[in-house]
């Protein structure tokens, strides 16, 4: 009995690695300047490689840009994705991605539309994000952005229908948590017992 609880611990923990364990990042990034081509995501902008003066103040220039201009926003926003004279960071790109949306640029309401359809990283999909996002961009006559839209709507239809269900059962499943599983052991006043 011991060895089938001791299996039963291993094959959970096992799951439950399995489970937190992350996708491996993509090591190629396709950055088109202006000719497409597929490079490594770390890979510093030629321009400054060649130069040699990475940290010559450009970075913190288009930041400060950034905070005023939405185009210098998107800008970073893309070099933060790309890794392109900066290290490849997603949050701070999604984060200066949102900053150009919020300031009505049509190409970062477009991007944010996408990424919020697909997710990225560690962030996972939100239909519903993505309709804002693309309806903004919709709205402005972007057609891409009007199909895209499509896509998020139906996500989100079929993600309301999904929660819909998991409603119903979730009462269930939560009281199952409450008094469906017993313990495996017991206190007795000085260490636990199995």
Do not use: I
């Not at 003066?53 to 930041?63: C, F, I, Q, T, Y």
């Not at 994705?81 to 701070?92: L, T």
């Not at 949102?98 to 990424?115: D, I, M, T, Y």
């Amino acid at each position: 009995m011991k060895h089938v609880a001791r299996c039963t611990v291993c094959l959970s923990l096992a799951l439950g690695m399995a489970a937190c364990a992350q996708p491996p990042r993509p090591t190629m990034v396709e950055v088109c300047d202006p000719v497409c081509s597929m490079r490594p995501v770390d890979q510093v902008n030629q321009e400054l490689r060649d130069t040699g003066r990475e940290n010559d103040g450009r970075m913190a220039a288009l930041e400060a840009e950034a905070e005023r201009n939405p185009r210098a926003a998107y800008d970073l926003a893309l070099r933060y994705f790309r890794g392109d004279g900066v290290r490849r960071d997603s949050y701070k790109a999604l984060t200066w991605m949102r900053v150009a949306g919020e300031n009505g640029n049509l190409n970062a309401q477009k991007a944010l539309g996408r990424l919020y359809l697909t997710g990225l990283e560690e962030m996972g999909r939100d239909p519903r994000e993505a309709r804002t996002w693309l309806s903004l961009a919709a709205n402005k006559g972007d057609r891409e952005s009007k199909r895209l839209l499509a896509q998020a709507e139906a996500a989100t239809r079929s993600l309301e229908a999904e929660n819909k269900v998991l409603s119903q059962w979730r009462p269930q499943v939560y009281n199952m948590w409450h008094s469906g599983y017993v313990y495996y052991g017991k206190w007795n006043g000085r260490a636990w017992m199995y």
